[in-house]
């Protein structure tokens, strides 16, 4: 059974403020936008899709996220990847 993001949100949380970047952009910040990485790597169009195959797909994705606290992407780029890695890497993909 796939991990649900409020299951899995206090271990990125984690893995973030062990980040440099987190002193920049605290998770309040960025929260939304490793949801959103985490969020796309659930959709079946991007199964076992590297990173570098859907950066390009994300960042267009990125411009319409209701909940995106930054208009430029390159600001939320690291936080959207963390997420969209830690959901390919716990294997919880769209089947």
Not at 31 to 44: C, I, L, M, S, T
Request: charged share 35%.
């Amino acid at each position: 059974m796939a991990l649900t993001w409020e299951e899995v949100e206090p271990e990125l949380r984690q893995e973030w403020n062990s980040t440099v970047i987190a002193t920049r952009r605290p998770w309040n910040e960025v929260r939304d936008d490793v949801r959103f990485g985490w969020e796309q790597a659930h959709r079946p169009e991007l199964a076992g899709a590297d990173w570098a195959d859907v950066v390009d797909v994300l960042e267009s994705r990125w411009e319409s996220y209701p909940h995106a606290h930054f208009e430029d992407w390159h600001a939320c780029e690291d936080a959207v990847r963390l997420g969209f890695q830690r959901a390919r890497e716990m294997g919880i993909l769209a089947e």
